[in-house]
C-alpha cells in the first residue's frame, strides 16, 4: 500500500534523488569527515521536513533519496544541505583550508532527478479516461 504525506492543505509523495561533488572531486569525504557530514544533513533534513529514504555519503560526492514537503523547491533543498554542510565542515576541520583556500566546499551545481511510482504515460491515460469515471460525465473541460 502507498503511503502519502500530508500537510495541513495537502497530500503528496515527492521524491527526489540529488548527487552533488566536492570542488575538484577531492577524495575528503572519509573516515571522520565523513561520518560528520552524514550527521549533519541528517540534522538539516530534520528541520525541514525532508525525510531521508536512503542516502550514501561516498569519497567525493554524496547520493540522497528523499522525501520533500511542496513548500520547499530542490534548489532550496540543495542549497540548504549544501550550504550549511560547506560552512560546518570547514569550521570543524580547519585542515580542509588547505584544498579548499577559497571556502567553497562543494562543486558548482548538482543532479536531480525526479522519481514515482506513476509514469507520464499513466498520467496520460488516466486524464484521457477521466471522464467515464462517476460524476464526472458533464462537467469535463480539456485543457491543451
Not at 525532508?50 to 560526492?61: F, L, N, P, T
Not at 585542515?95 to 507520464?120: C, E, M, N, P
Request: hydrophobic share 30%; net charge positive; proline share 3%.
Amino acid at each position: 500500500m502507498r503511503s502519502y504525506r500530508k500537510g495541513s492543505h495537502t497530500v503528496h509523495d515527492l521524491k527526489v534523488h540529488l548527487v552533488w561533488v566536492t570542488k575538484y572531486r577531492y577524495q575528503v569525504l572519509t573516515k571522520q569527515i565523513g561520518y560528520r557530514l552524514r550527521n549533519i544533513i541528517r540534522q538539516i533534513c530534520d528541520s525541514h521536513d525532508i525525510h531521508i529514504i536512503q542516502g550514501r555519503v561516498s569519497k567525493d560526492h554524496v547520493h540522497l533519496y528523499v522525501s520533500y514537503p511542496p513548500k520547499l523547491s530542490v534548489s532550496d533543498m540543495v542549497r540548504f544541505m549544501k550550504g550549511k554542510s560547506s560552512r560546518k565542515i570547514q569550521e570543524e576541520f580547519p585542515q580542509l583550508g588547505k584544498r579548499y583556500w577559497g571556502k567553497h566546499f562543494w562543486g558548482i551545481g548538482y543532479a536531480a532527478f525526479s522519481s514515482g511510482h506513476v509514469t507520464d504515460d499513466m498520467i496520460q491515460e488516466y486524464l484521457k479516461h477521466h471522464k467515464n469515471y462517476p460524476n464526472h460525465q458533464n462537467d469535463n473541460f480539456v485543457i491543451e
